[in-house]
């Protein structure tokens, strides 16, 4: 598996487009949100929407989602097709009413599934996403009262959604099941009130830290090199192997 980040930043940030990736499996790609600024990154690295299969969501914030309306528009005009999408069961509908309904509806009866081949997650249950990629969606905390979903992928790969810092999470995810790869959102300055902030995740144990790299990062990030203890920035742009990842 390859992961490409379309961006590393923040809600806010401005040098970084918006933490949202590209996955390559066998072949296939698998997009994970798709913000405001998803479209023009996929152009800036030579894709687009025509290139991707399947869009996975973690939650109905607009860096996540943002970019949605579009992926929906050029798919069905340019493009022809439903590409799957994979969202949580609990937000199918909220997608639709609250987020993409003023956009996308053309006739009163129009759903999501005029643009999609929906594919709602229930939480907890490991599914296959494409051949060779399968997920399982953790409800992790990040606003309350709104539902925020985390991934675990291919058993050992745990891509947080915007969450919380949650140490009992990440404890219990590399202690109990052997996830050796943790892709973290960053907010750099505390207090992590609604994302997890750097001083609370450098207070994780070495044994963890080893493991994790940062994300969803503010414009400062580059003063903040260096200041991470062993957890690395992940680049927007740069294409890991997650094979590599896994032996450092
Ligand atoms: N209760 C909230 C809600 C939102 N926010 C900020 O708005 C951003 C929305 O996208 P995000 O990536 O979840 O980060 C959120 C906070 O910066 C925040 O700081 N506190
Ligand atoms: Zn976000
Ligand atoms: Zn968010």
Known sequence: MKIQMLGTGSAFAKTFDNNNALLTVDGRKL??????????????????????????LTHMHADHIGGVEEFAFQMKFLYGRKPLLYVADTLVDPLWEHSLKGGLQQNPDDTLADYFDVKPLPEGVPH????????????TRH?????????????????????????????????????????????LHPPGAVHACLPQLLTLPAHIQR?????????????????????????????YDLDDLTKK
């Open 31 to 56: 997009m994970i949100d798709c913000g405001i600024t998803a479209p023009k990154a996929l152009f800036n690295l030579g894709y687009n929407f025509g290139d991707i299969d399947a869009l996975l």
């Open 128 to 139: 296959e996403l494409l051949p060779g990629l399968r997920a399982e969606l953790l409800l």
């Open 143 to 187: 606003i309350p009262n709104k539902a925020s979903y985390s991934l675990l992928l291919n058993e050992t790969f745990f891509y947080s959604g915007d969450m919380v810092y949650d140490p009992d999470l990440l404890e219990s995810l590399v202690n109990d099941r052997g996830v050796n790869v943790i892709f973290h959102d960053c907010q």
């Open 211 to 239: 493991f994790v790299y940062l994300m969803h990062y503010g414009d400062d990030q580059p003063e903040f090199v260096g200041r991470t203890g062993t957890m690395r920035f992940l680049e927007q742009h740069a294409i």
